[in-house]
């Protein structure tokens, strides 16, 4: 029972375009959304974050929005670029031990 | 100055032995955690850690035993390693939950069990 999903397994954007990626998740309780960012070899790097009392949070080129009452979050990225190819994580938090369930990832390429 | 560092980075071995992997965290962080990324490259946790206490113990075979010298190091032991423990293991630390959510990950231990 996957709680948190991220239905496209790849994207392709041209660079300068935004990249959209997509996560959706079924438990209620979650309150705490993440984005981590993974590059080959090495481990998840924490991107942005949201908290489950806002709709939206921005920092640079990244913004992310939550739409509680459809379960579902995305990820911006505008303008994307080169390196931002990698494969990105949506994660949510449930309880106040810590524990975060991830999705399966998303490949972004981002063509020069 | 790595801030999550794990050895090894790779480790192959038969099955039936026992292995461990060894996390060590320089970040201050109260909370480390074990995830385990199988094949279908879903990021499970396994493991949390606070002050050296275990908090989060998740669905695991008996065979893996966490160790946790101290707050910053969390060990992860396996016994009887069996094929289905072929998987990339990553640690990871954060501060006290209640007050941080950003969980900071090491580089990961690329496990094959032959």
């Known amino acids: 029972d996957q709680q948190v999903k991220q239905n496209s397994p790849s994207l392709s954007v041209q660079e300068g375009r935004i990249s959209i990626l997509n996560c959706d998740y079924t438990n209620s309780m979650f309150d705490y959304f993440l984005w981590y960012k993974k590059y080959p070899a090495e481990g998840p790097t924490f991107l942005i974050s949201i908290s489950s009392i806002k709709d939206k949070n921005e920092d640079g080129r990244f913004t992310v929005f939550l739409n509680k009452s459809a379960k579902h979050l995305s990820l911006h990225i505008v303008p994307s670029q080169p390196g931002d190819s990698a494969v990105y994580f949506c994660a949510a938090r449930e309880t106040s031990y810590g524990k975060l369930t991830f999705g399966q990832g998303t490949i972004l390429t981002v063509h020069p | 100055d790595t801030a999550v560092s794990q050895t090894p980075k790779y480790l192959v071995t038969q099955m039936g032995n026992d292995k461990s992997i060894k996390c060590e965290q320089n970040?201050?962080?109260?909370?480390m955690y074990w995830y385990k990324q199988d094949s279908k490259k879903f990021l499970k946790i396994m493991f949390s850690y606070n002050n050296k206490e275990l908090i989060i113990n998740e669905t695991v075979p008996n065979r893996f035993s966490p160790k946790s010298p101290d707050k910053a190091h969390l060990n992860l032991h396996i016994n009887s390693l069996e094929l289905g423990d072929s998987a990339v293991y990553f640690c990871?630390?954060?501060?006290?939950?209640?007050?941080?959510?950003?969980?900071?990950f090491g580089p990961g231990t690329r496990l094959t069990v032959t």
């Open positions: 990871a630390s954060s501060q006290e939950p209640r007050f941080g959510y950003e969980q900071y």
């Open positions: 970040l201050g962080h109260d909370t």
